[in-house]
C-alpha cells in the first residue's frame, strides 16, 4: 500500500508542477505608450532618402512641414527648395491625437491652392523612430497619394 501511495502522490505533484507552470504564463509585457513629447515639433519631409518603407509622392523642388503642437495643434505647409513658403498664404490646420502608437490627424482647415490642396493632406505619422543615417528622429507621414519620410528639424 505505501508504494501505490507514493506513486500516487509522485504523479499528482509531477502533474500539480505541470499545471503551475503551463497555467501562469504572463502575457508579453505591452510596449511602453508613447510619450507626446516625442512627436511635438517642427518636421519637414525628407526628400529622396532611399528608404525602402518609404512610397514618395514627393514633388521635385516642393517639401511639406508639418509642426505638431503641444496643445493637440498642427499646421502643414508646403515650401520650396529654399525654405520659404510655396504657397504664400495657404496652409492646413488642423488636430492630432495619438492611438494605437501613431498619430491621426484630422483636417479642419485647408487653404492650401488648387496647385497643392490635395497634395499635401497629412493623414497619420508613424511613431517617431531613431535614423540610422544620422541618429535623428524620423516619423512616416501617409497622404492621400503615398508615404514621406519626415524627419524632425525642431523639438
Known amino acids: 500500500?505505501?508504494?501505490?501511495?507514493?506513486?500516487?502522490?509522485?504523479t499528482l505533484a509531477a502533474a500539480s508542477l505541470v499545471?503551475?507552470?503551463?497555467?501562469?504564463?504572463k502575457k508579453p509585457p505591452e510596449p511602453p505608450p508613447v510619450?507626446?513629447?516625442?512627436?511635438?515639433?517642427?518636421?519637414?519631409?525628407?526628400p529622396d532618402e532611399n528608404d525602402r518603407?518609404?512610397?514618395?509622392?514627393?514633388?521635385?523642388?516642393l517639401l511639406r512641414q508639418l509642426v505638431l503642437r503641444n496643445d493637440h495643434t498642427f499646421e502643414?505647409?508646403?515650401?520650396?527648395e529654399s525654405g520659404n513658403r510655396a504657397d504664400a498664404s495657404g496652409n492646413i490646420e488642423g488636430t492630432w491625437d495619438i492611438s494605437e502608437r501613431k498619430?491621426?490627424?484630422t483636417v479642419?482647415?485647408?487653404?492650401l491652392s488648387r496647385k497643392y490642396r490635395d497634395w499635401a493632406v497629412p493623414?497619420?505619422?508613424?511613431?517617431?523612430?531613431?535614423?540610422?543615417?544620422?541618429?535623428?528622429?524620423?516619423?512616416?507621414?501617409?497622404?492621400?497619394?503615398?508615404?514621406?519620410t519626415y524627419k524632425r528639424t525642431q523639438p
Open 1 to 10: 500500500m505505501p508504494r501505490l501511495t507514493t506513486g500516487l502522490a509522485i
Open 19 to 25: 499545471l503551475t507552470l503551463t497555467g501562469c504564463r
Open 35 to 46: 510619450a507626446d513629447t516625442s512627436y511635438v515639433g517642427t518636421w519637414i519631409e525628407v
Open 53 to 61: 518603407y518609404t512610397l514618395t509622392d514627393s514633388r521635385p523642388g
Open 76 to 80: 502643414m505647409a508646403v515650401l520650396d
Open 103 to 105: 498619430v491621426t490627424l
Open 108 to 111: 479642419s482647415t485647408n487653404t
Open 123 to 148: 493623414q497619420t505619422c508613424s511613431s517617431p523612430l531613431k535614423s540610422l543615417i544620422d541618429g535623428g528622429l524620423r516619423c512616416y507621414v501617409s497622404h492621400p497619394a503615398g508615404v514621406s
